[in-house]
């Protein structure tokens, strides 16, 4: 079956950062957009942001937005967030997804999970 598997994540002080990766498997990649979503205890899974197809539009949560970067080797089949200054409110699991709906920022429209990479930025 369709496998993502996110990997990456880690400890790091505020203002530093670190470099998610999503490697998808059994699917054309290329029809999927692509999403990651992150989920801090507590609260609900919220956007992050996403890119299309061909890597032309992408989009950002309002509270990531100059500070994370969201690209896709579609030769690779991987899908990447490039998080800097990072702050603890971004602590969380971070998921990348999947959806053939196209560019969503709603977590229902996607179709594959991968399992979360755990992002834990100390104050």
């Known amino acids: 079956q369709v496998q993502l598997v996110e990997s990456g994540g880690g400890l790091v002080q505020a203002g530093g950062s670190l470099r998610l990766s999503c490697a998808a498997s059994?699917?054309?990649?290329?029809?999927?957009?692509m999403g990651w979503f992150r989920q801090a205890p507590g609260k609900e899974r919220e956007f992050v942001a996403n890119?299309?197809?061909?890597?032309?539009?992408?989009n950002y949560a309002d509270s990531v937005k100059g500070r994370f970067t969201i690209s896709r080797d579609n030769a690779k089949n991987m899908v990447y967030l490039q998080m800097n200054s990072l702050k603890p409110e971004d602590t969380g699991v971070y998921y990348c997804?999947?959806?053939?709906?196209?560019?969503?920022?709603?977590?229902?429209?996607?179709?594959?999970w991968g399992q979360g990479t755990q992002v834990t930025v100390s104050s």
């Open positions: 997804a999947a959806s053939i709906r196209g560019r969503t920022t709603y977590a229902r429209t996607y179709d594959y």
């Open positions: 059994r699917l054309t990649f290329n029809n999927y957009a």
């Open positions: 890119i299309n197809w061909s890597s032309g539009n992408t």
